[in-house]
């Protein structure tokens, strides 16, 4: 639920962008447009999330009405559906993938004239219209991407609200400590950015002397074969 705990902290981020100088009710109202990138067909999050920043949205300017501005959203659907796809067709659906996100992403910066992207809600499709953000300098505002390799110098308009992935390792930790489990076994999807975060937690649960015997990384489109080899390395190794 951390995405919907952050949609308030978002508007506190954003709003400075259109909303930084109180002007008088007479002058004209001028919109500021934002786009919004969501998977809103399939994600009931995503949907959730989006009703979330229209409510406050609306609820801002109910209360400041004073402000002469007003963010106008212009959402776009994702359609990460089609990174779910069968181990023949990822590399495929991710190309497609990568054009459908480039060519919303596009649409939004020359037809829309957004001044600024919120989404979308995963790291890996974040990662794909960054650098396009970074091109056309307009600032990419995310709630719920919160893999730590997002945020870097080479990505100066890329903004992570969400708090860093990385983060939750010392309370796993903690987590394992209370149960006084001495050995575990991280189990993880096999992408770089499961990878980040499976290394801060081997790092913070050595630093509390609890031994990682192995890791057990699953492929993105796994069959029931590979999953059963891999329950049987565990008990090979118990």
Request: hydrophobic share 40%.
């Amino acid at each position: 639920m951390k995405s919907i705990a952050c949609v308030s902290i978002f508007y506190v981020s954003i709003c400075p962008i259109c909303l930084a100088i109180r002007q008088s009710r007479t002058e004209p109202v001028k919109t500021v447009n934002v786009g919004v990138i969501l998977d809103t067909t399939d994600e009931w999050i995503d949907k959730l999330c989006l009703t979330c920043i229209q409510m406050e949205n609306s609820d801002f300017y109910a209360t400041h009405s004073y402000y002469n501005t007003r963010l106008v959203l212009a959402v776009r659907d994702s359609k990460s559906d089609l990174i779910a796809a069968t181990s023949a067709e990822f590399k495929l659906a991710c190309e497609v993938n990568l054009k459908e996100l480039n060519d919303t992403a596009v649409g939004l910066i020359k037809n829309a004239a957004v001044q600024a992207i919120i989404g979308p809600q995963d790291s890996k499709e974040a990662n794909l219209i960054i650098e396009l953000c970074n091109k056309a300098r307009v600032p990419m505002l995310s709630f719920s991407a919160a893999s730590p390799s997002l945020t870097s110098p080479r990505n100066p308009y890329f903004y992570r609200i969400a708090q860093n992935e990385c983060a939750q390792a010392h309370a796993i930790s903690a987590l394992v400590q209370a149960f006084e489990w001495k050995e575990v076994v991280p189990i993880y999807k096999q992408d770089i950015y499961s990878e980040e975060v499976i290394s801060g937690i081997t790092r913070a649960l050595q630093e509390a002397n609890i031994f990682v015997s192995y890791q057990a990384a699953i492929p993105q489109s796994p069959d029931d074969n590979h999953i059963v080899q891999e329950l049987h390395k565990l008990n090979l190794d118990n």
